[in-house]
């Protein structure tokens, strides 16, 4: 059996970790999920800043330990990629010292993922304000990643984002899409999409990438396993 713990801030679209597990190729991975203490509900920078700060983030790694994770994602994006490329990776320094364990975070896990895809442009659909979704860009592009574009939609709290459906999902996704981007990114963990991947790359006739569903690969990748799901995307087909 292997764990994956993951720090999840608030309440919004925890529940596709849930669907997530259940959708697995595997009946060997448990997906254990603990809430951090969010602080204000805003997509600002001062209150990501506070959002993703160490104590915050060091208070639930005894309950995933508890549980038995192997690795800790991080899975908040905007909380991350707001530190920079540097900061961010200070970040999961202090929380794998915390945890004791692998660590990582969404922001990182994007990243990563899109090399694993083999793509090197990629568009960005995100449910930001325009200069939260700039800093992702700019996180990107320290990673070596070309932004072809990226859409912003001024949403400021997660919990509105929580409510999206599918139809809302979509319109994000056809929205944000750009002809040369090689993949197309939704990076809000509270954005609900574990149910839409498959549906949103036959739309789009290219490899869609989302926060949770990133986050969960991440979390296998740091302790080398590898599990299969059609209904995850490309990002989890099993090879040819």
């Given at each position: 059996?292997?764990?994956?713990?993951?720090?999840?801030?608030?309440?919004?679209?925890?529940?596709?970790?849930?669907?997530?597990?259940?959708?697995?190729?595997?009946?060997?991975?448990?997906?254990?999920?603990?809430?951090?203490?969010?602080?204000?509900?805003?997509?600002?920078?001062?209150?990501?800043?506070?959002?993703?700060?160490?104590?915050?983030?060091?208070?639930?790694?005894?309950?995933?330990?508890?549980?038995?994770?192997?690795?800790?994602?991080?899975?908040?994006?905007?909380?991350?990629?707001?530190?920079?490329?540097?900061?961010?990776?200070?970040?999961?320094?202090?929380?794998?010292?915390?945890?004791?364990?692998?660590?990582?975070?969404?922001?990182?896990?994007?990243?990563?993922?899109?090399?694993?895809?083999?793509?090197?442009?990629?568009?960005?659909?995100?449910?930001?304000?325009?200069?939260?979704?700039?800093?992702?860009?700019?996180?990107?592009?320290?990673?070596?990643?070309?932004?072809?574009?990226?859409?912003?939609?001024?949403?400021?709290?997660?919990?509105?984002?929580?409510t999206w459906g599918r139809?809302?999902?979509?319109?994000?996704?056809?929205?944000?899409?750009?002809?040369?981007?090689?993949?197309?990114?939704?990076?809000?963990?509270?954005?609900?999409?574990?149910?839409?991947?498959?549906?949103?790359?036959?739309?789009?006739?290219?490899?869609?990438?989302?926060?949770?569903?990133?986050?969960?690969?991440?979390?296998?990748?740091?302790?080398?396993?590898?599990?299969?799901?059609?209904?995850?995307?490309?990002?989890?087909?099993?090879?040819?």
């Amino acid at each position: 059996m292997t764990a994956i713990g993951f720090l999840y801030p608030g309440h919004s679209a925890e529940d596709d970790y849930e669907r997530i597990e259940l959708m697995l190729a595997s009946s060997e991975v448990r997906l254990p999920l603990v809430h951090t203490d969010i602080g204000e509900d805003a997509h600002r920078v001062d209150a990501l800043l506070e959002m993703g700060a160490a104590e915050r983030l060091s208070a639930g790694v005894e309950e995933l330990r508890l549980s038995g994770a192997e690795a800790v994602v991080w899975a908040c994006t905007s909380a991350s990629f707001v530190y920079g490329w540097e900061g961010a990776r200070e970040q999961i320094r202090g929380l794998a010292k915390a945890a004791g364990l692998p660590a990582s975070s969404t922001s990182f896990a994007f990243a990563h993922a899109v090399r694993a895809l083999g793509a090197t442009r990629v568009a960005v659909a995100a449910t930001y304000p325009a200069d939260v979704a700039g800093l992702f860009a700019d996180f990107l592009k320290a990673g070596g990643v070309e932004v072809v574009s990226a859409r912003s939609s001024g949403i400021i709290t997660a919990a509105e984002v929580g409510t999206w459906g599918r139809d809302e999902v979509l319109e994000l996704a056809l929205a944000g899409d750009a002809r040369d981007a090689e993949a197309v990114l939704l990076p809000d963990t509270a954005l609900h999409t574990a149910a839409y991947v498959r549906e949103l790359e036959q739309v789009l006739g290219k490899p869609v990438l989302t926060a949770n569903q990133v986050s969960v690969w991440e979390g296998l990748r740091l302790v080398d396993r590898r599990v299969w799901s059609e209904s995850l995307g490309r990002l989890f087909a099993r090879p040819e």
